[in-house]
């Protein structure tokens, strides 16, 4: 695991944009994971401004979402497929057709769910997943006390998340309790993993995953098993990290020679 940290979370984003963006230019045919919410946004702003400068190309990738809201449309302006279209694929030259949400309205979960795995191993596995945390500490919707074998499944959602998504909603009230999401598992299989943090409210979940003990209470706390894990931060989340000073030293090497 290494740990990024940034003054702000633009100077991190940019950095983990530039590995998502040389992964596109070594290999053009990527399998993209990809996350929702605010703290991705300025993640996708800089790939599409790299893509609009002729930087890197989405044309040939393929991606597959997290996770998205049980019983909402794809039209709906809090699904995550209208998130993902309005943020990031309307703006680059992926093509549609090659990117993938869960669908909210399936008639089936559990068929939904399994179409949906083998679907991204028939393309051959995640090479990238974008994660965010939760306050709690949790990736996807992978609460906590989620098993950290989970497998991507219907969840449902904590109150302390219903909360902080209740910003995105004209009444809290429309906050959907449920949701179809990757299981720890399954997120766990992505070849590499690039983790985002940002603001004080971040802080004990990111100390939580990165210097905790392994549980399924802090279900980001499974990415220290991953082999190939970075975590991107600004100062503000990164605060109560005891190692702060080593975990930046070091990684700064890391991230020169990786895109050396």
Avoid at 131 to 146: K, R, T, V, W, Y
Avoid at 245 to 254: D, I, L, Q, T, V
């Amino acid at each position: 695991m290494e740990i990024i940290i940034c003054k702000t979370k633009e100077e991190a984003s940019r950095k983990a944009a530039d590995l998502v963006a040389a992964l596109l230019k070594a290999k053009p045919k990527a399998v993209l994971g990809l996350a929702t919410g605010s703290t991705p946004v300025p993640l996708y702003q800089a790939l599409i401004k790299d893509c609009a400068a002729g930087k890197i190309s989405f044309k040939q990738a393929k991606s597959w979402n997290l996770d998205e809201y049980w019983g909402l449309a794809p039209t709906h302006d809090q699904s995550y497929r209208y998130f993902m279209d309005t943020n990031l694929f309307d703006h680059v030259d992926i093509v549609k057709k090659n990117t993938h949400v869960l669908n909210g309205l399936a008639k089936d979960w559990r068929k939904e769910v399994k179409a949906y795995e083998a679907a991204i191993a028939k393309a051959g596995g995640i090479d990238l997943q974008v994660l965010g945390i939760g306050s709690d500490g949790h990736i996807a919707f992978n609460e906590p006390g989620s098993s950290l074998a989970s497998r991507t499944r219907l969840v449902s959602l904590t109150p302390q998340t219903v909360k902080d998504n209740s910003r995105f909603f004209k009444k809290a009230a429309d906050v959907p309790k449920q949701a179809l999401s990757m299981g720890v598992s399954s997120i766990m299989e992505a070849k590499r993993i690039v983790l985002l943090a940002f603001g004080a409210n971040k802080a004990d979940a990111v100390k939580g995953a990165v210097e905790g003990g392994v549980s399924q209470f802090c279900t980001a706390s499974a990415l220290q098993m991953h082999p190939d894990c970075w975590f991107f931060c600004d100062a503000a989340a990164a605060a109560k990290l005891k190692l702060k000073k080593y975990y930046a030293w070091r990684a700064e090497e890391a991230l020169k020679a990786e895109l050396a």
